[in-house]
């Protein structure tokens, strides 16, 4: 089953390829059809792009996708040098699944130096007087200037990863304090997690915890509990600091304890479930790649290793059986039924680009031991 997924979307890789040349896929705006728009390298998700076309490449070895990765690769580079809307923390999204990946597939030095810079480039959003990396917004900013959000989990690998590169131990310094206040912050006592968090920019003194994409303040965003899961279980790896173990397998065994019969979330834990209620299946396909992760870590022995390796199974089942695009070969996108900012109408039930990496790195995981790119291989 697996691969016959696979398969099926490295065609569709390929195909996108063909259609749409070097323009990336960006987020839908509510529309009808359910097909991505195409555009510049512009926002936070061109890298889960440029990662699927590594992944394709890794499991076919065809000239034609090496050629387009770099490709791809040197347009991240032009957007860095010309620094092109940047000025967020979602610089490890873009540049682990495009640089870093070609470093570790191809042992591009052009490629390390990308990453490295693009490591830079994340710091500028480290704020010292606070301790936490910005989310969003300018520094100083009235609302955003003190927020943090559980998503940046997932960019610290690319300051963990640079320390270890260049031997400069403040980017990882950074992730580390950032990851701690995470945990102590985002994450709650029942282990249901907070999208975002304010701080007092000036003395980093906690105030509050809130949400953006989720359905209220203190509701369980699905993708944010899920980019918990994964982040927390990536900087277990960095720093080999229990903690971020213990607080991956507890957000992981919530996030399955209250998945719906099919194993695929809705978009919000705590949103009323009716017959129009929408899915986030990007939350399910990030949550089954941050398991595996997860599971990465357990001893043979751990007794939630069943558990997990069961729920990881299920929910792709599900995914593949339900959700993915395949036998619709004219379809752009893997993963029926993402969801993006529903209550700003942003890609309420379409595909999620994001959604489909992880759909398939989890694939890769599965059927090839490839684990995407969020780390150098042993
Ligand atoms: N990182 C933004 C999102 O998950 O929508």
Redesign the pocket.
């Given at each position: 089953m697996w691969t016959q997924a696979i398969e099926d979307a490295v065609a569709k890789t390929k195909a996108n390829l063909t259609k749409f040349g070097d323009r990336f896929p960006h987020i839908t705006q509510g529309t009808a059809v359910k097909q991505y728009e195409w555009g510049d390298n512009t926002d936070?998700i061109e890298g889960f792009y440029a990662g699927m076309v590594w992944l394709s490449y890794e499991y076919t070895r065809e000239p034609e996708l090496l050629e387009a990765a770099n490709r791809q690769l040197a347009d991240f580079r032009r957007r860095l040098d010309e620094d092109v809307a940047l000025d967020h923390h979602?610089i490890g999204?873009l540049y682990c699944p495009s640089a870093l990946a070609g470093w570790i597939v191809e042992g591009s030095e052009d490629a390390r130096r990308l990453a490295l810079d693009a490591a830079d480039r994340l710091m500028r959003r480290w704020r010292p007087e606070g301790q936490y990396i910005q989310a969003w917004g300018p520094k100083g900013h009235p609302e955003n200037g003190g927020r943090i959000?559980i998503?940046c989990l997932m960019n610290l690998p690319l300051l963990y990863w640079a320390s270890a590169q260049t031997g400069d131990p403040s980017y990882a310094e950074a992730a580390r304090i950032h990851a701690d206040k995470s945990r102590r912050f985002l994450v709650r006592g029942d282990d249901s997690s907070y999208h975002t968090f304010y701080f007092e920019p000036e003395t980093g003194s906690a105030i509050r915890g809130g949400t953006h994409?989720g359905y209220q303040d203190g509701s369980t965003w699905t993708?944010?509990q899920a980019?918990g899961i994964y982040g927390f279980a990536l900087s277990y790896r960095y720093t080999g600091d229990a903690h971020y173990l213990e607080t991956s397998r507890r957000l992981a065994r919530y996030f399955v304890e209250h998945l719906p019969e099919d194993n695929v979330a809705y978009w919000d834990f705590d949103v009323e479930i009716g017959p129009d209620t929408y899915r986030d299946s990007s939350a399910s396909a990030i949550a089954a790649a941050g398991l595996l992760e997860l599971l990465e870590h357990l001893p043979e022995d751990d007794a939630d290793r069943a558990y997990f390796t069961e729920a990881v199974e299920r929910s792709m089942r599900s995914l593949v059986e339900k959700y993915a695009t395949i036998g619709e070969p004219d379809a752009e996108g893997l993963l029926k039924h993402g969801s993006?900012?529903i209550r700003g109408n942003r890609g309420p039930d379409d595909y999620m680009i994001?959604g489909d990496y992880y759909y398939l790195e989890a694939l890769m995981r599965l059927e090839r031991k490839i684990p995407g790119y969020w780390y150098e291989r042993r």
């Open positions: 936070w979602d999204f959000i998503d994409q993708r944010g980019w993006y900012y994001w």
